[in-house]
């Protein structure tokens, strides 16, 4: 079975399954971040293991991508994967398809030297998207919209979140 045919398959076996029972659409990921050494941190969800660190000129160790790396890639990984779920979904014939994501950012309001105006995370994201389809290029376009209108990430990037913050705080103190 060709990918196309196969992701086709199980878009509409999920959507048919959500259409039946919302409930089963709905879910809580659950990643967990601990610091390791310095600023190097060790993240795991599942049986997903990964590393996140900073650049040495800023205190890290540079052993592996910052937080921001992840993010882009994020973005740019769920734009190209619904896009090519809608374009099975359609049976659009994709050759080659890649994102491109830049993101502006003063690394001042990190560290509290910026303009008290600038906000610690991206000033803009841009997004190129370079598809090679022999499709007729209005037929791409809705396809592209269409990926755009229910990218989770592309909506993570795009609308505020209510984000909340809960803390446990552990004591070292040895009690007498």
């Known amino acids: 079975m060709k990918e196309e045919e196969k992701i086709k398959i199980a878009v509409e076996r999920c959507r048919k399954a959500f259409t039946l029972k919302p409930a089963m659409g709905r879910d809580t990921a659950v990643s967990k971040v601990r610091i390791v050494n310095g600023l190097t941190c060790e993240i795991s969800e599942d049986s997903w293991k990964f590393s996140v660190d900073m650049p040495e000129g800023i205190g890290g160790n540079n052993t592996a991508p910052t937080p921001g790396v992840y993010g882009r890639a994020a ?63 209005e037929t791409i376009m809705q396809m592209l919209d269409d990926g755009d209108k229910h990218s989770p990430y592309l909506d993570v990037f795009s609308r505020a979140i209510n984000c909340v913050r809960k803390i446990n705080i552990v004591s070292t103190k040895i009690k007498k």
């Open 75 to 137: 973005l740019g990984s769920c734009l190209a994967i619904g896009y090519m779920m809608k374009a099975a979904e359609l049976s659009i014939p994709i050759k080659n398809l890649e994102v491109e994501v830049q993101a502006d950012f003063d690394n001042g309001a990190l560290l509290g030297t910026a303009n008290k105006n600038i906000p610690p995370g991206y000033l803009e994201v841009r997004y190129n998207i370079t598809i090679e389809s022999d499709a007729p290029e």
